[in-house]
């Protein structure tokens, strides 16, 4: 999902050094710094990474690449580039769809119906649950009576139904009781309503009487759907030395050039300051216009 392809340069100026993900804003996990030699070249390098979407950078610092400038040290940088997918194409791995919502959050309301109820299931999975996706309608069989996922506990079944609508709209009361009914009716002892938009009050109101009356039925509304489906993301991290090394060695811009200085295991090599940079006209053109380095960065996600 993330490529190689190389960023504008001054996106990576502004962005490799980032202590939260630029897609999905969660703190990034910072390996420390690493440091290879090979003659009198010396590489050092610091990777991050978000454990929720995947976006990476890696800061590099180049030794000894001037031979007539032993005292000079120069710094490169890389980061991830977000490869665009078309969620029509059903043959797409729920592991790369999950990944590429949590970047990018209002893709999810383009996200086949079918799909989303098996990131729900999935989701729910990484929590430790038994889970079987029920909502997916096959010609010639009986459905679940609304119920489209149902988790095994120790303390019995819950069944969760499953609504992806746009922001617009609000679930009402009767989505509520129908739920309630569908519990009743699978004999379920706790129902769970999850949807990519908001809850009207009288659904809030239905939701806690049914509640209180021992049919324990929980909401669960865009924000706190990505919120959990931030945590369970942090329960499937896949990343490898592999992949990690891949990264290192990708393609990178040119950051600026300091004062050569030894290597200290443990530090944080963003910490050595820039001393001299040089930008293109273009560059200097678009930094300009905007005011900052930051003009290409990606667009504000809206909430959910």
Known sequence: MWEYAEAGRLLTMESVTATECIYCQTPLARLPARKFEAGNRCLLVQFSLCMVC???TVYRVHQGDLPRSREAESYSGSIGCLKELDLKDLSIPLGEVRKYIAAKKEK???????????IVGSIFQDFGYQVRVTGQRVPGEEGDDGIDVILESSEGTIGIEVRRYKKSLRIEADAIRSLAGALLLGGHTKGIFITTSKFRRGATRTAERYTAMGRPVELVNADQFFQKRGIAQLKRVDITDERINSYILSAGAHIGSGV????????????????????TRTEMLEIAEDGSTSAAAPDAEEEA
């Open 108 to 118: 999810v309301y383009e996200v086949d119906p079918d799909v989303f109820e098996d």
């Open 260 to 279: 050569t200085k030894e290597f200290v295991e443990g530090e944080n090599l963003f910490d050595r300051p820039v001393v001299a940079t040089i930008f």
């Open 54 to 56: 995947g976006w990476w």
